[in-house]
Each structure stands twice: as structure tokens, then as C-alpha cells.
């Protein structure tokens, strides 16, 4: 097992989304910490809510890409998030993202899906 870091954050309902998410995730991964959560303001989007943001500490003995589409994927999926495109897609209620694994940033090639 190594030690991956999953961004978790979300601007709709985050008291009730960001501890489903982190919840989800630990069913399928252990957590080893949880991170303090912050608002930050929505980029480009004024009149949108603040995000809160924050880190999952796991452990995992997948690929990035597994983690991506086998497990943060679905957490998404059964959170409500229902687009994979970037907005104005529909807003997704939580976003999880894998960062880093064992401590090395995991690049935008592995984190595309496979084929």
C-alpha cells in the first residue's frame, strides 16, 4: 500500500457532502487523516458560493488511474455529480481528485482514462 492525497471539495451543501465523501472513500480505501477544510472563493464564478476545501490521506495498492475511475468516480457518481465536462456543466454537489501518491504529484497523463 502507498500513501495517496485525494482533494475533496464542494460549494453545494458541503456540511452534509464533504463528510459523505470522505465517508465513501474510506468504504473503499483506509484513511490514515483528514485534512481542516477552508472556503475559498468560486474562480470565475461570482455569484457562486464558496468551496470548501480540503485533503484525504488514504492508502492504496491501485494505479492513479484505478483510483480516479474505479473509486473517486463513483464516490462523485453517488454524490450527484452528473457531468464530467467542465461548467457551465451541471454543477456537481462534490468533486474528489487524486493529487499525489506516495508523495509524488500524480501528472494530468495519469489521471486521463485508460485506451
Known amino acids: 500500500m502507498i500513501d495517496i492525497f485525494i482533494a ?3 460549494n453545494i451543501d458541503p ?3 464533504i463528510p459523505e465523501a470522505v465517508l465513501l472513500v474510506g468504504e473503499e480505501l483506509p484513511i490514515l487523516a483528514v485534512s481542516p477544510f477552508y472556503l475559498s472563493p468560486a474562480i470565475g464564478r ?3 458560493p464558496p468551496f470548501a476545501n480540503g485533503v484525504v490521506a488514504a492508502q492504496a495498492d491501485l494505479s492513479a488511474k484505478d483510483v480516479k ?3 473517486l468516480r463513483g464516490v462523485e457518481s453517488r454524490l450527484g455529480r452528473s ?5 457551465p456543466a451541471i454543477r456537481p454537489r462534490v468533486e474528489a481528485r487524486l493529487r ?3 508523495g509524488v504529484p500524480v501528472s494530468e497523463s495519469e489521471r486521463r482514462p485508460p485506451g
Open 8 to 10: 475533496v471539495g464542494s
Open 15 to 17: 456540511e452534509r457532502s
Open 46 to 48: 461570482p455569484d457562486d
Open 69 to 71: 475511475y474505479s473509486i
Open 83 to 87: 457531468g464530467l465536462r467542465p461548467w
Open 100 to 102: 499525489a501518491m506516495a
